[in-house]
């Protein structure tokens, strides 16, 4: 069974680029995205390692530690990583784990059980492995996606992901398209009282939506 949302992800210890990581400890306090790639020096992916390194304040700005996985070595993400730095003209200082033993694609449902890496292997024996994992700092799983090799991942909607699940932790939910600043939504489990008490003023479209300043 695959991971779920609340669940508590996988512990592992791996090689990456920047020496050996144990991931729980490697989160510690902070919020955390894994985004894996099912082979290095591809097309799309450079181009999302790219748009990762070029984010780096923003991430930095949530609390949020970013780390690839790749299933290949340690010396091939090495030489990557100047070919994505050169694209994106942005420093890549964020760890890539070595997964050319399928360990954590396999821990993280991204692979099945019996998989394996051929021989002569392309990105499509791994295509799978092109999600993206967003984990709290109580090591619990509050999001993940799942691409094909064919469509790039958009950033921007991953930073907008993250910052509506940190304003959730404040006991609100973000209506679509929501982006920082907009309203939020109370939710039906308070009642108009405590609402009341804990927001301040809010609008009620329905008796179930209601809508409130987002808290600071």
Same mark, same amino acid.
């Given at each position: 069974?695959?991971?779920?949302?609340?669940?508590?992800?996988?512990?592992?210890?791996?090689?990456?680029? =920047?020496?050996?990581?144990?991931?729980?400890?490697?989160?510690?306090?902070?919020?955390?995205?894994?985004?894996?790639?099912?082979?290095?020096?591809?097309?799309?992916?450079?181009?999302?390692?790219?748009?990762?390194?070029?984010?780096?304040?923003?991430?930095?700005?949530?609390?949020?530690?970013?780390?690839?996985?790749?299933?290949?070595?340690?010396?091939?993400?090495?030489?990557?990583?100047?070919?994505?730095?050169?694209?994106?003209?942005?420093?890549?200082?964020? +760890?890539?784990?070595?997964?050319?033993?399928?360990?954590?694609?396999?821990?993280?449902?991204?692979?099945?059980?019996?998989?394996?890496?051929?021989?002569?292997?392309? +990105?499509?024996?791994?295509?799978?492995?092109?999600?993206?994992?967003?984990?709290?700092?109580?090591? =619990?799983?509050?999001?993940?996606?799942?691409?094909?090799?064919?469509?790039?991942?958009?950033?921007?909607?991953?930073?907008?992901?993250?910052?509506?699940? =940190?304003?959730?932790?404040?006991?609100?939910?973000?209506?679509?398209?929501?982006?920082?600043?907009?309203?939020?939504?109370?939710?039906?489990?308070?009642?108009?009282?405590?609402?009341?008490?804990?927001?301040?003023?809010?609008?009620?479209?329905?008796?179930?939506?209601?809508?409130?300043?987002?808290?600071?």
């Amino acid at each position: 069974m695959g991971l779920r949302i609340n669940d508590v992800v996988p512990n592992f210890t791996a090689e990456t680029d =920047q020496g050996t990581v144990t991931f729980h400890d490697w989160i510690g306090d902070s919020w955390a995205i894994l985004f894996s790639h099912p082979k290095d020096f591809t097309p799309v992916c450079t181009t999302e390692f790219s748009a990762v390194a070029q984010l780096a304040d923003e991430w930095a700005a949530r609390n949020t530690k970013v780390m690839g996985v790749s299933v290949d070595g340690v010396e091939d993400h090495k030489k990557w990583k100047t070919d994505i730095e050169n694209y994106g003209g942005a420093a890549a200082n964020f +760890p890539i784990i070595a997964d050319d033993g399928l360990a954590v694609s396999k821990a993280f449902d991204m692979l099945p059980a019996e998989a394996y890496m051929p021989d002569g292997r392309t +990105p499509a024996h791994s295509a799978t492995v092109r999600s993206v994992f967003i984990i709290g700092p109580d090591k =619990q799983l509050k999001l993940s996606m799942t691409y094909p090799m064919t469509v790039g991942r958009n950033f921007a909607e991953i930073l907008r992901a993250l910052d509506g699940l =940190q304003m959730s932790t404040k006991g609100v939910a973000t209506p679509a398209n929501w982006v920082p600043g907009e309203d939020v939504i109370i939710p039906p489990a308070v009642s108009n009282e405590d609402a009341k008490a804990k927001f301040g003023e809010f609008e009620t479209i329905f008796p179930y939506l209601r809508k409130t300043k987002a808290p600071k």
